[in-house]
């Protein structure tokens, strides 16, 4: 976590207002990115991402230094709180003029769609890099939102294995887009 993140953290948690909207400034648009492929509706990811940032509020959801980064905590904040939305979502039934009105919402802005192209080629480039077997495991946990032993029984595999690749695919990821951010391809979250 870089000290500015951990600073503000740190004012959040005291109820510094303008803290957290620092933290939403950075974080936004890389976790509105995350939640939206995740649902794959705009006002959907955008509840999410209200969601995220109530928990970091009200501290429903504490940050400990000693687990890992910042950025890290937070999209997995956000991955577990899309899926929980989106679980949620397909229990009701919606209306046909409630299909029809998500239909006319506004769409993301050029500049949105650009950066996340880019976001997402980057990641699809180092998903590339991961072995089959792991590829296939980030997309169902990550992208499909199943659980470890959900992924453990629809593969045939033990629950530790899945443990393994996960830990073992999440290590080459980050090295692959460290390697990225590094030539400058990657801009800091």
């Not at 400034?25 to 794959?40: I, M, P, Q, V, W």
């Not at 209306?95 to 996340?116: F, I, K």
Request: glycine share 6%.
């Amino acid at each position: 976590m870089s000290d500015r993140d951990l600073t503000l953290y740190q004012k959040v948690l005291d109820g510094d207002k303008q803290a957290l909207e620092e933290i939403y400034d950075k974080y936004e648009k890389l976790l509105f990115s995350f939640a939206y492929k995740t649902c794959g509706q705009k006002e959907m990811a955008e509840e999410i991402i209200q969601e995220v940032f109530i928990k970091l509020w009200t501290q429903k959801a504490t940050y400990d230094e000693s687990k890992g980064k910042f950025s890290s905590w937070i999209m997995t904040i956000t991955r577990y709180t899309s899926i929980d939305t989106v679980r949620k979502k397909e229990n009701h039934n919606y209306s046909l003029e409630e299909e029809r009105d998500t239909l006319h919402q506004e769409e993301p802005s050029a500049e949105d769609l650009a950066e996340w192209r880019e976001q997402g080629e980057l990641i699809r480039r180092a998903m590339k890099k991961l072995s089959k077997e792991q590829g296939k495991i980030i997309k169902l946990f990550y992208f499909k939102g199943l659980t470890q032993q959900e992924i453990a029984n629809k593969c045939n595999l033990s629950l530790g294995t899945v443990k393994g690749r996960i830990r073992l695919a999440l290590k080459h990821l980050r090295k692959e887009l460290s390697n990225n951010k590094e030539k400058g391809g990657v801009r800091d979250a």
